[in-house]
């Protein structure tokens, strides 16, 4: 699991081993200390400050090279102040089951 955390400006403050392979090509670990929205296009990156202003959460699956990849993007907080975004993505199966549960 690739997780990647910001600081309430958008600041990349954290990446662990596995973000920091994963952006290998963006820059891998020297992306800490970087604005995350410079990261991004033009759309994602309305929405992701969309997402800061109003500190929302945001799921979605991609595919990329014939993997398939859950992204969690949501607000941390530290003594219930906002700090900032914690990025998790991480492969699911392509047939996934899903279960109504009662």
């Avoid at 970087?34 to 202003?53: F, G, I, N, S, T």
């Avoid at 991609?62 to 975004?85: A, H, L, S, T």
């Avoid at 914690?86 to 047939?95: G, K, Q, R, T």
Wanted: proline share 4%; hydrophobic share 35%.
């Amino acid at each position: 699991m690739a997780i990647t955390v910001t600081d309430q400006g958008g600041k990349i403050i954290e990446m662990n081993d596995q973000a920091i392979k994963l952006f290998t090509k963006d820059g891998g670990k020297e992306l800490i200390g970087k604005d995350v929205l410079d990261c991004h296009p033009e759309a994602a990156r309305k929405k992701l400050a969309d997402m800061m202003q109003e500190e929302t959460v945001n799921y979605y699956t991609i595919e990329k090279n014939g993997i398939k990849k859950m992204i969690c993007q949501v607000p941390w907080y530290q003594d219930k102040e906002f700090k900032g975004f914690v990025e998790l993505s991480f492969e699911i199966p392509f047939d996934l089951p899903h279960f109504v549960r009662k």
